[in-house]
């Protein structure tokens, strides 16, 4: 897997990954975002959106189990390099994404998106740099979404993989 920009997923037909027999069904009606769950600074964005997003129109999966790992495979993303972002069927990372999970959200958080006037090369190049260092510099931990509250967790999507089925 590669270092993705969002071009790259462009490529991807909206809910593509609905085709795919090695992610498991879920309920799309909802964006999805997909994150490192060991990630300190990650499951404090997670928190933050939650806390924020007062329609719960995102839903929160992580990537290193079941739903998250599937779909970061059928986009040949590696978690470690970005979360994932789904809208509308479609994938975003990095600084897009964020712009994505803005407006996902409605209501004031579209002014956020001012700021995509900064050229996404140097958005990303940001988004990069803290990925590399976030757990020097926020921390990890070994359980997963430590940092989310128990109403938080509540909110997390699990869905376990499709087994491979073999002939007999």
């Known amino acids: 897997m590669l270092n993705h920009s969002q071009k790259d997923l462009s490529v991807y037909a909206a809910f593509s990954y ?3 027999p090695n992610v498991p069904d879920f309920d799309d009606s909802r964006s999805l975002f997909v994150f490192d769950h060991h990630c300190v600074l990650c499951s404090g964005g997670v928190g933050f959106i939650m806390k924020h997003d007062k ?3 995102i839903a929160f999966t ?3 189990e079941g739903l998250g790992e599937a779909l970061c495979r059928h986009y040949r993303l590696d978690w470690d ?3 994932l972002f789904i809208h509308e069927g479609r994938p975003y990372i990095k ?9 996902a959200m409605g209501r004031a958080w579209h002014l956020a998106r ?3 006037i900064i050229p996404r090369s140097l958005r990303d190049w940001a988004y990069d740099l803290v ?12 359980e ?11 909110r997390l999507i699990v869905v376990m993989p499709k087994t491979a089925v073999t002939a007999a």
Do not use: M
């Open 55 to 57: 329609r719960s129109n």
């Open 131 to 142: 990925a590399r260092n976030r757990y020097k510099w926020f921390g990890k931990t070994e």
């Open 144 to 154: 997963a979404c430590a940092v989310l509250t128990p109403e938080q967790r509540a």
């Open 95 to 103: 600084s897009t994404g964020y712009f994505e999970v803005a407006r």
């Open 114 to 116: 001012i700021f995509q």
């Open 18 to 20: 609905r085709d795919d």
């Open 62 to 64: 992580s990537a290193q």
């Open 81 to 83: 390099e970005s979360y």
